[in-house]
């Protein structure tokens, strides 16, 4: 019996196997205990003689049983050690990783040069009422410069009468601001606003920075000076050339548009160079002027004491003219195609 154990033991291979043959051998009806049981009829004398040979053969049994386990046991561990090796030496495999989106690299750019010339970053709601976003800048309901800006404008009337919008540009948080700091003020605002107009350069949302400086005895010249360092620290160029023209916004008087000379090299729009110069034209890139006395009165402060300066500009225009865009709409689209093609993928 114990040779053929022997054999069938080391044959198993698998757990469910070794039991099916502990049970047969060793279980209440397995052949070895029927050996054990044929002692209790034995005479002394032959009891004497066979009881230690029955008992080394449980004893065999069990023994081979318990060593054919811990082998296989073991083995298992050693193929599952085996398939869960770690090379710690191999490359990672290559992640596609984000990166910051042109408007926001370029409002972290803005927001940075400003902090330098001691501007805070101010915020206000995009979906503005009537109010801010047009009485308070000079612009009454009957107003034409209000048919300008394509408004959405939301069915519901708001509480106060004014009808609810969304913003159309970031001229409210300038008495925004006024009315809940006072003077001075010097801060930016960045942020979306909205108009009801898409093509290659308009998309119905799009980004503007606002600048407003309030103070005593501040005059164009502040503007001038604080636009040409601004510019020239944003397009990291020494050689950028301003051409102040007369505008009109109701909430500045007198109002200037600026444009920066700029070249086309490579099919592309270089900001440098006076727009005047051979091969050179001018672009406009914001608006600005000093803040009508109106504003600053209904904003709450004393047009007497306090004047200051204002501008906005499009951030998404600055982007592409700083990183050689040429479609506006795809700024939108959230294709990391054009993200990287235009060196913004980490
Ligand atoms: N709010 C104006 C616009 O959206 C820009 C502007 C801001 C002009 C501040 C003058 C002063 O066109």
Do not use: C
């Amino acid at each position: 019996i114990e040779a053929e154990a022997r054999t069938r033991i080391s044959e198993a291979e698998s757990l469910g196997a070794l039991e099916t043959l502990r049970v047969e051998y060793l279980g209440k009806q397995g052949s070895v205990s029927a050996l054990l049981k044929t002692l209790g009829k034995m005479s002394p004398e032959e009891r004497q003689e066979k009881a230690p040979k029955i008992q080394g053969l449980r004893q065999a049994v069990a023994g081979a049983l318990a060593d054919r386990k811990q082998a296989m046991e073991a083995a298992e561990l050693e193929a599952r050690l085996a398939a869960e090796t770690l090379d710690l030496s191999l490359p990672e495999p290559a992640e596609p990783k984000g990166s910051v989106h042109p408007v926001s690299q370029v409002m972290d750019e803005l927001a940075e040069i400003f902090a330098d010339l001691g501007f805070a970053v101010a915020t206000g709601p995009e979906i503005e009422d009537d109010w801010y976003n047009f009485t308070a800048l000079n612009m009454p309901e009957s107003h034409p410069a209000r048919a300008m800006h394509d408004t959405f404008y939301f069915p519901d009337q708001a509480p106060k009468g004014g009808r609810m919008l969304l913003r159309t540009h970031t001229s409210p948080v300038q008495v925004r601001t006024m009315m809940a700091e006072g003077a001075p003020v010097r801060i930016i605002a960045p942020g979306r606003v909205y108009r009801s107009d898409s093509d290659a350069t308009h998309t119905p949302m799009f980004h503007q920075i606002e600048g407003l400086v309030i103070d005593r005895d501040i005059h164009l010249g502040h503007l001038k000076w604080t636009l040409e360092t601004f510019l020239k620290a944003f397009f990291e160029r020494d050689d950028i050339v301003l051409r102040l023209r007369p505008s009109y916004f109701p909430f500045t008087e007198p109002s200037v548009e600026v444009d920066v000379g700029y070249s086309v090299e490579k099919g592309r729009r270089v900001v440098g160079g006076s727009g005047d110069a051979p091969g050179h034209a001018w672009m406009e890139v914001l608006g600005s002027g000093m803040v009508n006395r109106r504003v600053i009165e209904m904003s709450g402060l004393d047009p007497d004491e306090w004047q200051g300066f204002a501008f906005g500009t499009g951030v998404d225009r600055l982007a592409m003219l700083k990183y050689g865009m040429d479609d506006l709409r795809a700024f939108f689209d959230g294709d990391v195609r054009w993200m990287a093609h235009y060196g913004f993928s980490a």
